[in-house]
């Protein structure tokens, strides 16, 4: 029987949606490790051999044996390395990534956690003992036992349950917020001029009102005097900026733009007890908009990379963090946007912050950030068709040279069941490894609803960050600065108004004559001062300046009058 032939056996009876730690009733022996190991077995086991902190994946899987003294381990060291778990729905890549940020946690690191479906919050409770667990574990040569690990609940702008991430326009920049809003270059040059007029102004880009409400501004009857000043955006080119802004409240961005701003390096914590702090963000509610996600994490890895110091190779990194469908980050992004997370993968590691992407196939990650990721889980794969045949030969490709037949291996492999290769201690690829994974410790599905709330309203930032705060910024500023303008305008007609009328009223009643020529024109401006000094007159000016205030302020704008 072939190696591939006989692990296949081993991995053939998995079925998609059964819990990760199932062990299939594959008729092949799961002890079978104790004496001495294969020759090829050695020779994989040994590339896996560390010296340093690691984290334990599983046992080793070799001719339809599964060999719990042959462990597959990855070097605390090499985590900000980046990586990949990859695989099939249902063949457990979520529980692997569970799995990996348990031991992160363990060893001191904090873990951030984008949760798209929901599944992995459990990490916060213990694990349910049972049969099934206790068999996997003696599988993989584990000493389990039931635990839970710290964790704070995050939501995007308080879209869902856990405590408001919230981020200012400002703090986004143009180029940034360029990408996001798929702006081309002049496009980008443009927005670059409103941050810069706004920056001159002191009017504070707080939400994309504020944003809305500068552009309309520029492009004004009023702000054209000062778009001069500034040069280079068009009415045309606005258009496009408000058009783009627009859309991108539809994706539900208004909600995530504002303040209190969330201070990134609150994910870089560790628990009272030593533990890595495991930050989880709740994406459940607002997995149909992937733009808002892709946002969000553009933002967080542009802001941690800009504050966190160069710190080189470390014996462990200052944070993992893990993207749960992936796919999700990439479909539909811009060539800017794929370029900017390209770049962050890239240079982040020297900051001593490590990415894992977690997918379906690698296929759903761009080859250039693909060939960054150093460490691989690779979970069964599907060939139902042949789109998915040939992303089957196409993932082959992407791993060193085996003595497995990777082809039909990754298309028997059971669940809870991966390919592994990972970057050694000296930095080099590890052999490729067929193994079986250890069961998480923890919670594998949803943390209950109730308690999850609890968690949050018990966290010590939820007072800092849970009420959002609109305070005066740009489009406050503007719109006072149009109501005053406009009231003072209706005032200075009506006051001409008046002298016209008492001016056209004493002519009507006579030529005055040479000597009380004098004395008439004091009195027509005594009339006059005392009609517009009167309080129904500024009631009546400031009514009629406030009404006409707020209906430019809405065309300039573009928002609705707010009901009173």
Known sequence: ????????????????????????????????????????????????????????????????????????????????????????????????????????????????????????????????????????????????????????????????????LRATVTSFGPVLLSKVLQLNRTQEQSLGLIFHYADAKGLELVDLKDLRAVVAFLVSDTGR???????????????????????????????????????????????????????VLELAAVQDKPQLFSTFLMWLLADLFHGLPEVGDLDRPKLVFFFDEAHLLFNGASKAFLESITQTVRLIRSKGVGIFFVTQAPRDVPGDVLAQLGNRVQHALRAFTPDDAKALRSTVKTFPNSPYDLE???????????????????????????????????????????????????????????????????????????????????????????????????RAGGRASPGGAGKASKEDASLVEQVVASGMFRSLARSVGTQLGREISRSLFGTARRRR
């Not at 003992?129 to 635990?147: L, M, S, Y």
Request: hydrophobic content about 40%; aromatic content about 6%; proline content about 6%.
């Open 1 to 164: 029987m072939s190696d591939s032939d006989s692990t296949g056996q081993n991995a053939g009876s998995g079925t998609d949606g059964g819990s990760d730690t199932d062990a299939p009733d594959t008729g092949v022996a799961s002890g079978g490790g104790a004496g001495v190991l294969p020759q090829p077995a050695q020779e994989i086991a040994a590339g896996y051999a560390v010296s340093g902190a690691a984290l334990d994946l599983g046992a080793l899987l070799w001719d339809g044996v599964c060999l719990p003294n042959a462990q597959i381990r990855i070097p605390l060291a090499m985590l900000n390395r980046h990586g990949l778990v990859a695989g099939a729905t249902g063949t457990g890549k979520t529980k692997t990534l569970q799995l990996i940020a348990e031991q992160l946690s363990a060893n001191g690191v904090p873990v951030f956690l984008a949760d798209i479906k929901g599944d992995v919050s459990g990490i916060a409770a213990p694990g349910v003992p049972g049969d099934k667990v206790t068999e996997r574990a003696g599988q993989a040569g584990q000493e389990w036992e039931a635990r839970n690990f710290p964790c704070e609940f995050y939501a995007l702008g308080g879209i869902g349950p856990g405590i408001p």
């Open 408 to 506: 039909e291996l990754l298309t028997r492999l059971g669940i809870g069941e991966a390919v592994i290769t990972v970057l050694s201690e000296k930095g080099a690829p590890t052999p490729v490894a067929a193994t079986r994974l250890r069961a998480p410790q923890s919670l594998m599905g949803p943390y209950p609803a109730a308690e999850l709330d609890a968690a949050v309203k018990g966290s010590s930032l939820y007072g800092r960050y849970a009420q959002a705060v609109d305070r005066e910024s740009a489009y406050e500023k503007l719109s006072a600065e149009q109501e005053a303008k406009q009231r003072a305008e209706a005032e200075a007609a009506d006051r001409a108004a008046v002298e016209e009328a008492v001016r056209g009223g004493k």
């Open 225 to 279: 005097a000062e778009l001069k000043e500034i040069g280079g955006l068009s009415t045309a080119t606005a258009g496009v900026i408000l058009r783009s802004i627009t859309a991108f409240e539809q994706q539900g961005a208004s909600d995530f733009f504002g303040e209190p701003e969330f201070d990134t390096a609150e994910f870089l914590r560790q628990a009272p007890d030593g533990r890595g702090l495991v930050s």
